[in-house]
């Protein structure tokens, strides 16, 4: 039997491998490029840009805890005119589809950069951060609350035809609305899931540990909340979902694919070991030979219950 | 910078709470310039996602050596590995200090407690012998004191309960010789401690136009400038600040580039 065959077209797109990077976790390319080929990620997803360079929050922005990190970086970005000028022409360098992460502090925000973006050559599909703070609005975000969702995807609809990946935040009542909200909307893809809001307090000053008070949690801890969520909007929905959420093996993987994902993408991970993405790529491979199964199309949603 | 899987020759207690671990590392240390570090993934410590940045106090001959203090949950987790062990490893990482100094200027070193850890190497690859001033709250707080001198250079001590060197700051015998001329020669700083002891050096070289070279301390995510965690402010051209990261950017930056009104002490 050859070996098992890890290709797959998502939302249009040709990967080699279904092992993606996870927005904010990979820079914007050069940063882990001299320890990791990026034409051998499944794709690049870049961390999250808006129309306008932005400073994100102050220090300290980020605290480990117990299996995961708590972030709070506000998403620093160099803005879309600083990714196309500084980022865009090395990534285009490699063999790997490049998908940007964006976020708006309005709809007319989150419009105007996928019409920047989508003037480029060289960007495969944009991912929606749809779970940042939304200062037009109040404190709603744009990932809780439907309405402004469902706005936000038909206004970078109706200016790019790349694909569209809004990224669901976890911390919504039902999953499975946001994602046939989504796909009726136009998305072409889901990411599943954000990070999940969380604080943690230094007992001896009292004081948070973040100096945004609060931010979202990654990594291991998460990986089961992310895997219930993949589950319930795979039932939902038709369009492909990337799951991630604590992936740091081939197993882990394994997880989303049975509960339906379609493709993966590696985060905290990627901080411990850079290589992780490339690893979890040759564990599926292995997996799927110990099941016998030639594509690892044949391992989503294959949950038996 | 790569990654490479480091094997521990020896890991023993220095005095004063401090441990001295060795290592193989024959790709990193070569690479290795003074005020660089490396990032290491601390063996057996649960539920960890983050690697540790440890400053480097020799390298040479293909191998690491590294002063650390167990402190907090990973500098107590790597305390208890033996050797032979292999240890995983991200370096060299950052700029380090600049070596070549211009002609006329004494190189001034400027510690606060394992501070003078980290400057040990820079003192090891500078050209010429030049002043060490080191501060702590106490004799056991205080390093490598005889390692500078037998290089050649001048050591001043201070403590803040008097138990070694002079009573009180670092910042008290470094104004005396100041005071005094500086020996009639112009000073060149390099400075690690806590961001309070790089400020009030910074202040004083720029009150006089001369350079401080300041290794930065902050918390540290990916050391790799991906997760934007270590941020620093800079001066930008226009007056205002912008970001910069202390792992790939720094860790060592000159007072002048430093945005100082805006600078946060980390607990």
Redesign the interface.
């Not at chain 2, 539920?47 to 690697?51: G, I, K, Q, T, Y």
């Given at each position: 039997m050859s070996a098992p065959d890890l290709s797959i077209t998502l939302a249009g797109i040709r990967m080699k491998n279904p092992v993606m990077v996870a927005s904010?976790?990979?820079?914007y390319g050069p940063?882990?490029a001299?320890?990791v080929d990026l034409s051998q990620l499944g794709a690049m997803v870049v961390?999250g840009i808006s129309s306008e360079p932005w400073?994100?929050n102050?220090?300290?922005?980020?605290v480990?805890v117990?299996?995961?990190?708590i972030?709070a970086?506000g998403l620093?970005n160099p803005g879309a005119e600083g990714f196309l000028k500084t980022y865009l022409p090395f990534l285009r360098r490699f063999d790997v589809p490049v998908i940007v992460n964006i976020w708006g502090r309005t709809v007319e925000e989150y419009a105007a950069v996928a019409a920047r973006l989508s003037a480029a050559e060289g960007i495969a599909a944009l991912e929606l951060n749809v779970s940042c703070p939304n200062i037009k609005e109040g404190s709603k975000s744009f990932g809780s609350n439907a309405d402004m969702f469902q706005r936000v995807i038909a206004a970078t609809r109706a200016v790019t035809k790349l694909p569209l990946i809004p990224k669901l935040a976890p911390d919504v009542f039902r999953i499975a609305e946001f994602a046939r909200l989504a796909e009726a909307t136009g998305a072409d893809a889901l990411a599943i899931t954000n990070s999940v809001p969380a604080m943690a307090i230094?007992i001896e000053?009292r004081r948070p540990k973040l100096a945004n008070v609060t931010g979202g949690l990654s990594?291991?801890a998460i990986r089961p909340i992310a895997v219930r969520l993949v589950w319930e909007a795979a039932k939902a929905v038709k369009i492909p979902i990337i799951g991630m959420g604590g992936i740091y093996t081939a197993g882990d993987a394994a997880e989303f694919f049975i509960a339906g994902a379609s493709a993966v993408a590696v985060g905290?991970?990627?901080?411990?070991?850079?290589?992780t993405p490339l690893n979890v790529a040759a564990g599926l491979r292995d997996y799927l030979a110990r099941h016998q199964l030639g594509s690892i199309r044949e391992l989503v949603g294959t949950l038996a219950c | 910078?790569?990654?490479e899987t480091a094997i521990i020759l020896d890991h023993r207690d220095y005095g004063a709470g401090y441990r001295l671990l060795r290592l193989a590392a024959p790709q990193i240390a070569p690479q290795v310039r003074p005020g660089q570090f490396v990032h290491l993934?601390i063996p057996r410590l649960e539920?960890?996602?983050?690697?540790r940045p440890f400053s480097i106090f020799k390298a040479e001959n293909g191998e690491l050596a590294l002063l650390y203090k167990a402190i907090g949950r990973g500098t107590t987790a790597l305390s208890a590995a033996t050797v032979g062990e292999p240890l995983?490893l991200?370096g060299p990482l950052g700029n380090g200090f600049p070596l070549d100094l211009p002609a006329g200027r004494v190189p001034v070193l400027v510690a606060g407690g394992y501070g003078m850890a980290a400057l040990y190497l820079l003192a090891r690859r500078l050209a010429a012998p030049g002043l060490v001033f080191v501060g702590g709250r106490s004799a056991q707080d205080i390093l490598c004191v005889e390692e500078f001198e037998a290089l050649g250079w001048k050591v001043y001590v201070a403590t803040e309960d008097g138990s070694r060197g002079v009573r009180g700051l670092v910042t008290g015998p470094l104004d005396a010789w100041l005071a005094e001329g500086c020996a009639g020669r112009t000073p060149e700083f390099f400075v690690c401690g806590p961001n309070g002891l790089l400020e009030v050096i910074g202040q004083r070289a720029m009150a006089r136009d001369w350079r401080a070279w300041l290794s930065v301390d902050?918390?540290m995510?990916?050391g790799?400038?991906?997760?934007?965690?270590?941020?620093v402010k800079l001066q930008d051209t226009d007056g205002t600040w912008?970001?910069a990261r202390a792992c790939?950017d720094g860790p060592v930056f000159e007072s002048r580039q430093i945005h100082w009104d805006r600078i946060?002490e980390?607990?």
């Open positions: 904010g976790t990979f820079g940063e882990y001299d320890l961390k400073r994100g102050q220090t300290p922005r980020t480990e117990a299996s995961g990190l972030n970086i620093q230094d000053t990594g291991p905290t991970a990627n901080f411990m070991e850079p290589a | 910078m790569q990654l993934r539920a960890s996602v983050l690697r995983s991200l902050r918390h995510g990916c790799v400038g991906a997760c934007l965690t270590c941020v912008l970001w790939k946060e980390e607990a």
